[in-house]
């Protein structure tokens, strides 16, 4: 029984009198202690599949059918009291861009300690001396010290690491990281998304990472589940996912990913084309705009998520073998033993 189970999500919004579907029979799963990657664009659902889980889906959406299970308690239909019991003590989420979800004008120690005061009735002298060891956990060094200061007084890659100081302070069992690193320069995302991972494992804490880039989750997460369109079109083992990608969206994403093994003068493969808008029908296949490899069908026909062995995919033509334009990305030789 996972810790968290999806099935079959579909959130709406209504613009006009007109009920626009942003996210379309989205499943999955992720256990304790495991990584779950979703990755996508911008638009593609990924973020409001996060915000559904929690339960802080903006004024005008709302989760029109589907099913979402946490600790086999079905956590959909509870009201705000139920889901408030929820956040913080069961679920948590990282949000990304802490300057925006950091109280400017509240101290750091203040922000830790707080929820912990709240949900898990610690006196003030038992949550300052957790929150000095949730500190010294994220790697922040002098902690007594920096709990005085405010947000504006630490970097961007602290300021991050504080965020998973609280997401960890009253000890859930499921994080959601929604783009925890996109702010940060290269070497300080994957510092903090190799501490997130290491963390949720040590603690046996379920994550789920939300992303738009492919390249950077291939280290942190057992599976991945790759979103277009409000769709999730593939679904894999990360190290399966990496070696053989079957739809042509994941393949595009992973062409586009910088690689030490190919040649400089050898240009990047971008994705032709746009994300489709999420307020805009596409009949058929969302991607088969941007698809070199589209038909008819693709253009008709919606293709149904379909197991192939262990690896789901959504593509009327999956790649079911080696490519000649697809080489297996370098990270996935070593990840097998990872």
Not at 187 to 203: G, N, V, W
Not at 205 to 217: C, E, K, P, R, S
Not at 235 to 247: F, G, T
Not at 320 to 333: C, F, L, M, N
Request: with cysteine; charged share 20%; aromatic share 2%.
């Amino acid at each position: 029984m996972p810790l968290l189970g999806v099935k079959n999500l579909a959130i709406d919004v209504e613009r006009d009198g007109v009920v626009h579907r942003l996210v379309h029979d989205a499943s999955f799963s992720v256990d304790r202690g495991e990584t779950l990657a979703i990755v996508g664009e911008s638009g593609s659902g990924k973020s409001l599949s996060a915000l559904a889980v929690i339960g802080l889906l903006s004024e005008g959406l709302t989760v029109s059918s589907g099913s979402i299970r946490y600790a086999d308690q079905e956590i959909t239909g509870l009201d705000e009291p139920a889901r408030n019991a929820l956040r913080g003590s069961e679920i948590a989420m990282i949000f990304q861009e802490p300057m925006t979800s950091l109280n400017p004008v509240r101290s750091i120690g203040h922000q830790i300690t707080e929820g912990m005061r709240l949900k898990l009735g610690l006196t003030r002298r038992q949550a300052k001396a957790r929150a000095i060891e949730l500190l010294e956990e994220v790697g922040i060094s002098d902690p007594q010290q920096r709990l005085k200061q405010y947000p504006h007084q630490l970097s961007g890659g602290m300021r991050q690491r504080v965020m998973i100081a609280i997401a960890l302070s009253c000890k859930p069992s499921l994080i959601l990281a929604d783009e925890p690193t996109t702010a940060l320069d290269v070497t300080i995302q994957a510092q903090i998304l190799s501490l997130t991972a290491r963390i949720c494992r040590d603690h046996g804490v379920g994550l789920v990472l939300i992303t738009h880039n492919l390249g950077i989750v291939a280290r942190y997460a057992q599976n991945v589940a790759v979103m277009y369109g409000g769709r999730i079109v593939e679904k894999a083992a990360a190290a399966e996912l990496y070696r053989a990608p079957m739809h042509h969206y994941t393949r595009g994403l992973l062409n586009s990913v910088p690689r030490l093994d190919i040649p400089r003068d050898v240009p990047l493969r971008p994705i032709s084309g746009a994300p489709p808008d999420p307020m805009q029908h596409v009949p058929g296949c969302r991607f088969h705009p941007r698809c070199g490899a589209a038909t008819d069908r693709c253009r008709r026909d919606v293709p149904r998520l379909e197991m192939h062995g262990d690896h789901a995919v959504a593509c009327w033509h999956p790649d079911t073998g080696e490519q000649s334009d697809t080489v297996a990305h370098p990270v996935a030789k070593s990840m097998g033993a990872a």
